[in-house]
T-cell receptor
């Protein structure tokens, strides 16, 4: 069974600083991936970034990058040069059985301070 | 515009009164699913569907029903809602394996 752990319930970060949001996982699958989603206060779920376990290089999407360390079973999200609009809940998630079942972590609430 | 549409956005009801939350996607996605979000618990999957007439239970299916008669629609049915089903519900779809889920805007349900 898959398990996702996000150990930071909340974080406060100064604007323009880099942010690392932690995510550790446990899976018995040989091939898997990790998603990160953002949920602003308006409530919608926004896909940020994905990386498969066999991808050679860490994924990057604009200011978002995934620091994937398979040996440590961690897939941390790094946000460079944080902005006020980055204030939101962030969830990591791991798929099971392809994409049929997605297990989410409990989330990290990020607050960017001006 | 490609989207997943849920209705209603907000719903207040009483215990035992049957309700349906609709979900429709216009992207011709095979896969659809329902999640509920509760504080401190993240999102938990209720039901999912891999294709028309194919549905399966997620992690918290008790008290819910779904149907997939058409590819675009995946309604969530609460036959006899109870207060512990008060939650934020999301419908999602995707084209398949390891593709990102496209989420609807959510339905906030309160059962008194």
């Amino acid at each position: 069974a898959q398990k996702i752990t996000q150990t930071q319930p909340g974080m406060f970060v100064q604007e323009k600083e880099a942010v690392t949001l932690d995510c550790t996982y446990d899976t018995s699958d040989q091939s898997y991936g990790l998603f990160w989603y953002k949920q602003p206060s308006s409530g919608e779920m926004i896909f940020l970034i994905y990386q498969g376990s066999y991808d050679e290089q860490n994924a990057t999407e604009g200011r978002y990058s995934l620091n994937f360390q398979k040996a440590r079973k961690s897939a941390n999200l790094v946000i460079s040069a944080s902005q006020l609009g980055d204030s939101a809940m962030y969830f990591c998630a791991i798929p099971r059985l392809g994409n049929e079942k997605l297990t989410f972590g409990t989330g990290t609430r990020l607050t960017i301070i001006p | 515009e490609a989207q997943v549409t849920q209705n209603p956005r907000y719903l207040i009801t009483v215990t035992g009164k049957k309700l349906t939350v609709t979900c429709s996607q216009n992207m011709n996605h095979e896969y659809m699913s329902w999640y509920r979000q509760d504080p401190g618990l993240g999102l938990r999957q209720i039901y999912y569907s891999m294709n028309v007439e194919v549905t399966d239970k997620g992690d918290v299916p008790e008290g819910y029903k779904v149907s997939r008669k058409e590819k675009r629609n995946f309604p969530l049915i609460l036959e006899s809602p109870s207060p512990n089903q008060t939650s934020l519900y999301f419908c999602a779809s995707s084209p398949g394996d390891y593709s990102p889920l496209h989420f609807g805007n959510g339905t906030r349900l309160t059962v008194t």
